[in-house]
């Protein structure tokens, strides 16, 4: 008995109907003088394909399907609709030269069924990487926490065959977005590679994943950083940028060769996060109006000092922000520019000749009031600062030492003059950023044994006792719930201490000084240090005991 199998008749009627329109086409391709291609058997580039948005491909009935250079190669049903014209044009006024060809619809569906591979990110110009609003909105409304995230990126992971690679890279990128992590750190181990987002300063582990998968991420990252993709013994820095409905999210890149692969880490320079008025930087009361009314002045300097990371950027530009108007030129030296500000003029620099003191040499002759330079590292440029803040500049800058006291001998073992130094600078600062309670979860404890006597000596030392808080029996400690991704915390406030430049200042600083002999010159002057200052916090419930301990030492 013969069986029909009508599958199998199916499917070679279709393989007939196919051929057939293919070999219709390839008989058009020479009325229409147009090369034919048969794109069931050609690969589709994603790069040239993100050219032409899959609506309009399909209306038109058109693929890009190579991109060589600036030259790419569009297939057409029907080369002489008017649709494919407006398309042509679209593609040469983008920057590109098109050639069009001629090909089945078949091919073209094809070619279409790529477009759900397509990462919602596509670069528009070396080092810039776009990422559609709706898309990226779509997973920062999925990745409301840790858990949420780490579920996504397992699932993207582990669907890595159905995505491009870039998929996978901007899901990473995203996720960091959504929970307003600094850092990223992709970081290979012999069995695996490891995961790492920094959350308000601390590290906290994502996921873990293969080897193969973070080869193909690390040449992405490369190829978008600006990066040589040959190069892995030697370290390498490069940048791109994200753009957003919140603005463009600038992203630092820093590779290190390793003992089993290269490391990454990605550092996210997101707008919002310096969006932060002065006024809840978290300086305390009595050293925001000092700080108020000496912005104010025409001249003098103004420096905050701590460790990468303690938020002294944030605060400068706060301090712009604050004084910035018309009236008023601003120009800022930066290394780099982190954070771009309307109206200010910013320059950055670079290996090339245009270092901090070359940039403020430049600077000062460009008639501007306010300067902004990102760090004195260098007798020439911290000579040049203090002579500006000398002769009619109002001057911002950072310094590396470890609390106020030091910027006094710090500038002097840079080659300052001690005697000009306290008539140039009104205010030293120093500052660390200590992680906030989440309020969702914080738990109100006793103070008692050590903690109690570590922190009623603080409270003691504090000169201004209007200051200190009459209820001093408890405090607050850090659990964990959803909401704060299971930390017990939940964004970070500044904690600060300053030094103003008196006459009694000005007298130790004229004997070459050691730290604590500036502290024992700035005594009357009430102003808390971070020690104090941080204190303070833990008793009005902002930060936790444990936390102030992990940022500075309370023993003295």
Not at 307 to 323: H, W
Not at 423 to 442: D, E, F, P, T, W
Not at 500 to 523: F, G, H, T, Y
Request: aromatic share 6%; with cysteine; charged share 25%.
């Amino acid at each position: 008995m013969i069986q029909f199998d009508e599958d199998k008749q199916n499917r070679k009627l279709n393989e007939l109907l196919h051929k057939e329109e293919e070999d219709l086409v390839q008989i058009l391709s020479g009325k229409y003088g147009l090369e034919y291609v048969n794109l069931m058997g050609t690969a589709v580039n994603t790069d040239a394909l993100r050219l032409i948005p899959e609506e309009t491909a399909r209306a038109a009935k058109v693929a890009a399907y190579a991109l060589i250079d600036k030259k790419v190669k569009i297939a057409a049903r029907n080369p002489q609709d008017e649709k494919v014209a407006s398309i042509i044009k679209d593609v040469e006024t983008k920057g590109f030269t098109p050639e069009l060809y001629i090909s089945s619809t078949q091919g073209l569906e094809k070619a279409w069924k790529v477009y759900k591979d397509l990462s919602f990110a596509y670069e528009s110009k070396a080092g810039s990487l776009e990422i559609s609003s709706d898309e990226i909105a779509a997973i920062i409304d999925q990745a409301k926490s840790l858990p949420t995230i780490i579920s996504i990126l397992e699932n993207t992971m582990a669907a890595k065959k159905s995505y491009r690679i870039s998929r996978i890279l901007e899901t990473v990128v995203a996720g960091a977005l959504a929970i307003d992590a600094s850092d990223i750190h992709l970081e290979p181990e012999e069995a695996y590679v490891q995961l790492r987002y920094r959350l308000d300063g601390v590290l906290q582990e994502v996921l873990h994943f293969d080897a193969e998968t973070y080869g193909l991420i690390l040449s992405r990252i490369k190829l978008i950083s600006g990066m040589k993709l040959n190069v892995k013994k030697d370290s390498q820095d490069g940048r791109f940028s994200i753009r957003l409905p919140i603005g463009d999210v600038e992203v630092r890149v820093s590779i290190l060769p390793g003992a089993y692969n290269e490391s990454i880490v990605m550092r996210l320079l997101n707008p919002k996060s310096i969006d932060v008025p002065l006024e809840s930087l978290g300086i305390n009361k009595k050293l925001l109006d000092i700080l108020l009314k000496e912005i104010d002045r025409p001249d003098g300097m103004i420096l905050t000092t701590g460790p990468t990371g303690s938020g002294k950027t944030t605060t400068l530009y706060s301090f712009l922000k604050k004084i910035h108007n018309p009236k008023v030129k601003i120009i800022t030296i930066e290394d780099p520019i982190e954070y771009h500000l309307p109206g200010i003029v910013q320059t950055q620099v670079n290996d090339k000749g245009y270092n901090f003191a070359e940039g403020l040499r430049a600077a000062v002759r460009q008639d501007p009031d306010i300067i902004m330079i990102g760090e004195i590292r260098d007798n020439e440029t911290a000579e040049i600062a203090i002579n500006s803040a000398l002769t009619g500049h109002l001057v911002f800058s950072t310094l590396h030492t470890n609390d106020a006291a030091g910027t006094y001998p710090r500038l002097i073992d840079l080659g300052v003059n001690s005697k000009v130094l306290t008539s140039a600078i009104r205010v030293a600062m120093a500052q660390r950023l200590v992680r906030k309670l989440c309020a969702s979860c914080k738990k109100e404890v006793v103070i008692a044994g050590t903690d109690q006597k570590e922190m009623e000596d603080a409270v003691a030392a504090i000169e201004d006792k209007s200051l200190i808080p009459t209820e001093r029996t408890h405090m607050f400690v850090a659990v964990g719930c959803e909401k704060c991704n299971n930390t017990g915390y939940k964004g970070r406030v500044g904690i600060y201490e300053a030094i103003l430049s008196d006459k009694k200042i000005e007298d130790a600083v004229e004997m070459n000084p050691s730290e604590r002999e500036i502290w024992i010159a700035a005594q009357g002057q009430g102003i808390l240090t971070m020690k104090q200052d941080g204190v303070l916090k833990i008793l009005d419930g902002t930060t936790s005991l444990e936390e102030l301990r992990r940022v500075i030492s309370l023993t003295d």
